[in-house]
């Protein structure tokens, strides 16, 4: 699957101690995985590039939001 | 003449010393007997319950008031005014069960008494009762110990006093556990000292899984963190081994075909338990033929239900041959992130700090900060899978005391279960009984639900499965007796010396004349009917510090107590050794340990405990396994009983 953009706001979670979720200005909602570095500040408004893994993937989250691997990223 | 009356005095004197002994005894067994009244009998006994507890079982100057549900408090604040008192709520966990503990000025039992009546008059308190103290069970000195409301809700200290997990192995598959000193990774304190089996880490492929992330640490911490160490919090099932798998990344994201692998390779490699607090909403075939392939090795996986709050479980948990968790908060109720749905088994303590705002409402274990690896905290998380490794740590506990196949703990853990919808929650050692919400129910009626009428229909909730998990529900529900108190042991003893006395008594005179009662046989009696007792004094905590016919045996195993240590068959094999020989000394202990196995055996004929090995009698299948053991237990009983009689007519220097 080829990298897309996504506009949205960060928001972090606090169950299982934590992880981070983008949810775009459409509503969806992404776990993030990858170069979340720059990321993990609640209420950030970002510009997102990176692959979206298919729909649930395992992870500490036991969702069913797809993961998004992050590539890049910058602040909006 | 004179020589002939002190033998008839010194006989009448046995004779009430065996009378009151016996008495004595009797009334101990009575009293296990009818201990467990019907609950609709409590309130008229309770004057009668609080007499019965002497003044060290009490709390001096503590008594506990249990509101109607629903009062906040606001409102308490008000009503005790007029009592002159100040109550606060017992823990996190009395928030919504309205259960307050205070001081009380009153200084003499009568003043006690008054206030506790003038206080259990008022129109919004259920109940006022002294504070009473729980001293049986075993406390650890774990610091934090006192913030796992979690551990109180599921019975976790009575538990300890009969399994801790030892000889269990439970795979964290997860994120890594920090358990080595390895280049930046750093053993977290708590669990320095814990048991691990060899591991593997399928993310870097190496056999060295370090947690990089901090949520495989706080799973693998509630399962078996290192318990009695004077450091941080307690874990479920402390004595058992902890497999540590690292599937997941440093952002605590996996794949299937690394999990599915994972599964196998746990299985393969001796655990008993899979504990996979992790999943997503996608399917994978692989995954799936994992869990199946696990569970038909004898494995029991536990999974998280899932964090979606809503009516959908995630895969693995529902998955066939998983078990599904599902998440409560200290009120009892289904914590609002829990997901649920038809595939879930049971529900434990996850945390619900959403609900309260309040940080120790969550789940507390030691874990590494994910920004910094090698540096260890103590955190609060909440999540199902928080509420996973909880079920995992009971299993462990439920193999341990023998349970022989996935199955019989799957069983024992549903049957165990509290039913919310039942009212009492006995999830307190520090305090009688802590009553679930009236919310909790309300909760579940509200809810899309399997059964039209009811939040249980058929036994089963979408939200909470089988009910809520207990660890003394569950061992129960297996056949093994939990102690409620140590009178209980005590009872063995002296049963064991009334007929100590009974079968010196009714020996032919010129044998009696031959048996002294030496100090030999008193040690064999205390040994076979308290076990050995010494032992945690000397520093040493043992599972064999309990009464010899509950040693565990789990390579034989059974569920239930089984049945070579809970039958003659020990005390017949040392007798067979010691009858004829001219080891004094042999004999006595044969004979002492008859008399305390005969003592416990008709201690355990009324604790409603059931003997495995039986064909016949299925643990846990209610009255007709407890009479067919129970009929076990006195038959034996009296075998070790005219054994010890036999081996007392032996002359003491031996047969010539």
Redesign the interface.
């Known amino acids: 699957m080829s990298a897309q953009t996504f506009r949205g706001t960060i928001r972090r979670e606090?169950?299982?101690?934590?992880?981070l979720v983008l949810i775009t200005d459409d509503g969806h909602r992404y776990?993030?995985?990858?170069a979340?570095k720059a990321l993990r500040e609640e209420g950030l408004r970002v510009e997102v590039q990176g692959e979206v893994l298919?729909?649930?993937?395992?992870?500490?989250?036991?969702?069913?939001?797809p993961?998004l691997r992050v590539t890049g990223s910058k602040r909006l | 003449m004179s020589l002939s009356t002190a033998s008839v005095r010194a006989r009448i004197a046995s004779v009430v010393f065996f009378a009151s002994l016996t008495a004595l005894a009797l009334s101990f067994a009575a009293s296990l007997l009818f201990g467990g009244a019907p609950e609709a009998e409590l309130e008229p006994a309770q004057a009668a319950i609080d007499r019965a507890f002497s003044q060290e079982d009490l709390v001096a100057g503590w008594i506990a008031v249990d509101f109607a549900d629903g009062v906040d408090k606001a409102r308490y604040d008000e009503i005790e005014k007029s009592w002159g008192i100040d109550v606060e709520f017992n823990s996190a966990a009395s928030v919504n069960t309205a259960l307050t503990i205070g001081r009380v000025p009153a200084d003499t039992p009568e003043a006690l008494d008054a206030l506790l009546d003038k206080i259990r008059a008022h129109p919004e308190v259920e109940h006022a009762e002294p504070l009473f103290r729980y001293a049986a069970s075993f406390v650890p000195d774990d610091p934090l110990f006192e913030k796992q409301w979690n551990f109180e809700m599921i019975g976790l200290t009575r538990a300890w006093d009969v399994s801790r997990g030892e000889g269990v192995t439970v795979a964290v598959i997860?994120?890594g556990v920090a358990y080595e000193d390895r280049d930046e990774f750093r053993a977290v304190p708590d669990l320095r000292g814990a048991r691990f089996a060899p591991g593997y880490d399928f993310v870097n492929d190496d056999a060295h899984a370090n947690d990089d992330?901090?949520?495989g640490t706080?799973v693998a911490g509630t399962i078996a963190q290192r318990t009695d160490n004077g450091e941080g919090v307690a874990g479920v099932a402390f004595e058992a081994t902890l497999m540590p798998i690292k599937?997941?990344?440093m952002?605590?994201?996996?794949?299937?075909a690394d999990?599915a692998e994972a599964i196998r390779w746990a299985a393969d490699h001796g655990a008993r338990v899979l504990n996979l607090?992790?999943?997503?909403?996608?399917y994978s075939k692989i995954?799936a033929d994992a869990v199946a392939y696990a569970a038909d090795k004898g494995a029991l996986v536990v999974c998280?239900?899932?964090?979606?709050g809503r009516a959908?479980v995630?895969?693995?948990a529902a998955y066939p041959g998983a078990l599904a968790v599902s998440a409560i908060g200290p009120s009892g109720r289904l914590a609002s992130?829990s997901?649920y749905g038809p595939q879930v088994a049971i529900s434990a303590p996850g945390g619900d700090?959403?609900a309260s705002g309040v940080a120790e409402h969550g789940i507390l274990q030691n874990?590494i900060r994910?920004e910094a690896v090698g540096q260890s905290h103590y955190?609060f998380?909440?999540?199902?899978?928080?509420a996973t490794p909880h079920v995992a740590g009971v299993a462990a506990l439920l193999f341990a005391a023998g349970a022989p196949d996935a199955d019989a703990v799957r069983q024992a853990l549903f049957q165990g279960a509290k039913k919310p919808r039942s009212g009492i929650f006995d999830a307190s050692p520090r305090v009688a009984q802590v009553k679930s919400t009236a919310n909790a129910s309300a909760d579940d009626t509200s809810a899309t639900e399997i059964g039209a009428s009811g939040a249980f229909a058929g036994g089963r909730s979408i939200r909470h499965g089988h009910g809520v998990l207990d660890a003394i529900g569950a061992l129960k529900a297996l056949g093994i007796p939990v102690d409620r108190s140590p009178g209980v042991r005590f009872a063995a003893l002296v049963l064991a010396l009334a007929l100590l006395f009974l079968a010196r008594l009714t020996l032919p005179s010129d044998k009696r004349r031959a048996r002294t009662v030496g100090l030999t046989i008193v040690f064999g009696a205390a040994i076979a009917s308290l076990g050995l007792f010494f032992m945690p004094w000397i520093g040493c905590p043992s599972r064999l510090a309990m009464p010899m016919v509950r040693w565990p045996l789990p390579l034989i195993g059974g569920a239930g107590m089984n049945a070579v240590f809970g039958s003659a068959l020990i005390p017949f094999v040392l007798g067979f050794f010691t009858h004829a020989g001219r080891c004094r000394l042999g004999r006595e202990l044969a004979i002492g340990l008859s008399l305390g196995f005969a003592g416990a055996l008709l201690v355990e004929a009324f604790s409603g405990a059931t003997i495995a090995l039986l064909p016949f009698a299925t643990p846990g299948s209610g009255w007709f396994a407890a009479t067919i053991s129970a009929v076990w237990f006195v038959a034996n009983a009296c075998l070790s009983f005219l054994l010890a009689r036999a081996l007392m007519g032996v002359p003491e220097g031996g047969r010539r």
């Open positions: 606090d169950l299982s101690g934590g992880y776990l993030l995985g990858g979340t298919g729909e649930g993937g395992p992870s500490i989250a036991v969702t069913s939001d993961i | 997860d994120t992330h901090g949520h706080h599937v997941l990344d952002n605590g994201m996996g794949n299937s999990i607090s992790l999943g997503g909403g996608g995954m998280a239900a899932g964090n979606g959908k995630e895969y693995p992130y997901s700090i959403r874990t994910r955190a998380y909440q999540g199902t899978s928080m």
